[in-house]
């Protein structure tokens, strides 16, 4: 039982990945936020963080996972998985080199310069290590 | 023979970042189960997690075949 509760609450920890992609689901140009009228990039990032803490206390409680890993390996799943996944949600044909346009990390040159394998490997990295810290 | 042969040489060179992906979440998942279960062992007498188990099959259904799918008109 203890296991189950442990692989639900580590599945949990993917729900900004899942919000963001249905959100970002038609491209990111768009203010279509409802009631919302705010700059929707902070508004997309807020709301990022909240989920996360919601979703790493929930862990917390039927998991008895740390909630600062949680939130550490809840933002490493985000970072890993985002980019790839929007690219093969919108169609793009270069998933692997594809990035964001307009986030602060996608602008870094430093990001931008260096190769989709390395870039790879820098998320495989970050994600190893919020596991590690997880577990 | 011929034809396959050359099938499975052209599809092998066209998927090279997707084997790249997949094969590297295999072995990070693979690693660390095998990083954990030592350190467990040797330091905390832990329950042990089988996160490969755990991590191979969630990310086998629930982001490579999602992905896979979504890129099926665009290798």
């Known amino acids: 039982m203890q296991q189950i509760l442990t692989v639900i609450g580590l599945a949990s920890l993917a729900a900004p990945l899942v919000w963001e992609l249905h959100n970002d689901r038609f491209g990111d140009d768009h203010l279509s936020r409802g009631v919302f009228k705010v700059m929707s990039k902070r508004l997309d990032v807020w709301t990022r963080v909240v989920i996360a803490v919601l979703v790493s206390l929930i862990n917390h409680y039927i998991a008895g996972a740390s909630i600062v890993a949680s939130i550490i390996l809840s933002g490493a799943i985000h970072f890993f998985i985002f980019d790839y996944a929007i690219a093969a949600l919108l169609g793009r044909s270069n998933w692997f080199e594809y990035l964001g346009e307009k986030s602060i990390v996608d602008n870094v040159s430093f990001w931008r310069g260096i190769s989709p394998e390395a870039r790879f490997v820098i998320r495989l990295l970050v994600l190893a290590l919020a596991l590690v810290i997880y577990f | ?75």
């Open chain 2, 1 to 75: 023979m011929k034809k396959f042969i050359s099938w499975f040489v052209q599809s092998w060179r066209a998927s090279r970042q997707w084997r790249i992906f997949t094969y590297s979440i295999f072995a990070l998942f693979y690693g660390l189960e095998i990083l954990i279960q030592v350190l467990d062992r040797v330091y905390f007498n832990a329950a042990p997690f089988p996160i490969a188990a755990v991590g191979v099959t969630v990310f086998y259904f629930v982001v490579a075949t999602p992905i896979a799918y979504a890129m099926r008109n665009n290798p």
